[in-house]
């Protein structure tokens, strides 16, 4: 029998990732290793304090980020955090949560304000911010918040293309899990599908692996596709249908 559909995007977004992860950061997502608590915890804050992308940088939300792949305490938030820091803070503290500038009950975009800023920069930031806000969606079990993230997914859709993403896969386990929902259009599910799979694309134009960042981004997605079809609800919203685990 063929693995489900989801099960192969997590097998190839973790294919991707692994050749770019350091040894240390692979024995570290290894969540059930023997490692004391205390020296892992002392190991994951060294990794995170040294962690760069391949050409060097570092961005604001790599600590919540990073913290969150490697489950543990991010630390104190930033006294004044962009709207995608709070989105990934939001893995670690509830008050990130509202904090946030959104409206909820809206369609469009998550982040109005951002309008102003470049392409690029903006496009980054929300994409960013929808994968953040997938696992407070998880977390929170929460209906509203996948169906208001579903909503600013559609309309990147619909106004956006994924290569102004600057090549970076956020969210491409979202788009993923939107092709596979059997209530959307034949259409829509193309479309997003063709979405998740540039956005896989992207992250290895013109190298043979992604760069360390964006494995992590992959890492991640396939981890939240994971979780989600280990997830139960009394009432399984559509998007995660086809991730739930069968009925027996």
Do not use: K
Not at 31 to 37: L, M, N
Not at 42 to 58: P, S, V
Request: hydrophobic content about 40%.
């Amino acid at each position: 029998m063929p693995a489900p559909a989801h099960a192969q995007w997590v097998r190839r977004l973790r294919l991707a990732a692994r050749p770019s992860l350091s040894p240390d950061l692979r024995r570290l997502l290894d969540h059930d290793s023997d490692e004391p608590q205390p020296a892992r915890d002392a190991d994951c804050r060294a990794l995170i304090d040294a962690f760069t992308d391949n050409a060097g940088h570092r961005r604001p939300v790599d600590r919540p980020l990073l913290s969150h792949l490697l489950r543990c305490a991010g630390g104190d938030m930033p006294a004044d955090p962009r709207p995608d820091e709070l989105a990934w803070w939001c893995c670690h503290t509830r008050a990130a949560y509202h904090r946030l500038p959104i409206d909820w009950i809206a369609d469009g975009r998550l982040f109005r304000d951002l309008g102003d800023d470049a392409i690029e920069t903006w496009t980054d930031a929300e994409l960013s911010s929808l994968h953040a806000l997938s696992w407070e969606g998880l977390r929170a079990r929460s209906p509203a918040i996948l169906s208001r993230i579903t909503r600013a997914a559609e309309w990147l859709l619909a106004e956006v293309q994924p290569d102004n993403a600057t090549e970076r896969p956020w969210a491409v386990h979202f788009f993923a899990a939107m092709s596979l929902d059997a209530a959307r259009t034949p259409e829509s599910r193309a479309r997003a599908d063709l979405y998740a799979q540039t956005l896989l694309n992207n992250a290895l134009v013109g190298r043979e692996r992604p760069d360390r960042f964006s494995a992590c981004i992959l890492w991640d997605a396939a981890n939240w596709l994971e979780s989600a079809s280990r997830m139960t609800w009394q009432r399984t919203p559509p998007l995660l249908a086809p991730l739930a685990p069968p009925s027996r």
